[in-house]
C-alpha cells in the first residue's frame, strides 16, 4: 500500500474518526488538519478529540473515511497512537501552525498528535 497516492484526497482534507468507547458503543470525530507521513502513516493535529483520545488508550482500531465533492473516497482501517511531544508534535506544530493558525476552539498550537498506521484501504465510488 502505497497512501501517497491517495494524498490530493488525504491532505488537509475533513476526516471521519471511528473509534469505540469502553461501553462498546461507537464515538465519530471529525478531523481537517491531516497529512499523509509515510507509505502507511497518517497524522492528524489533535486540538480536541478528548473522548476519541481516551477510546484509543483503551482501544486502538480506528476507521477513517474521507471522501471528495463526488463522493468518491476511502475507508482505512489502522492503529492509532497519540503523541504530547516530539517529531510528531513538531511536525503538527510546523505544519498546522506555522503562520499563526488559531483554530475555531482558539488553539495557537496542537493538543497533540495522533499517527494511524494504516493497515487496510477500501476505495468507495
Not at 33 to 44: A, E, G, Q
Amino acid at each position: 500500500m502505497n497512501l501517497f497516492e491517495y494524498k490530493d484526497l488525504i491532505n488537509d482534507k475533513p476526516m471521519h474518526i471511528a473509534t469505540v468507547r469502553r461501553d462498546n458503543n461507537p464515538n465519530l470525530s471529525v478531523a481537517s488538519d491531516v497529512r499523509v507521513i509515510d507509505n502507511d502513516k497518517i497524522i492528524i493535529s489533535v486540538n480536541e478529540m478528548i473522548n476519541t483520545q481516551n477510546n484509543i488508550e483503551n482501544n486502538p482500531n480506528v476507521v477513517l473515511t474521507v471522501f471528495d465533492k463526488d463522493w468518491n473516497g476511502l475507508r482505512m482501517f489502522g492503529k492509532a497512537k497519540f503523541y504530547f511531544d516530539g517529531k510528531y508534535y513538531d511536525f503538527c506544530q510546523n505544519t498546522f501552525f506555522a503562520n499563526n493558525e488559531t483554530t475555531p476552539f482558539g488553539a495557537t498550537k496542537p493538543k497533540g498528535a495522533m499517527v494511524i498506521e494504516i493497515t487496510k484501504v477500501e476505495e468507495f465510488k
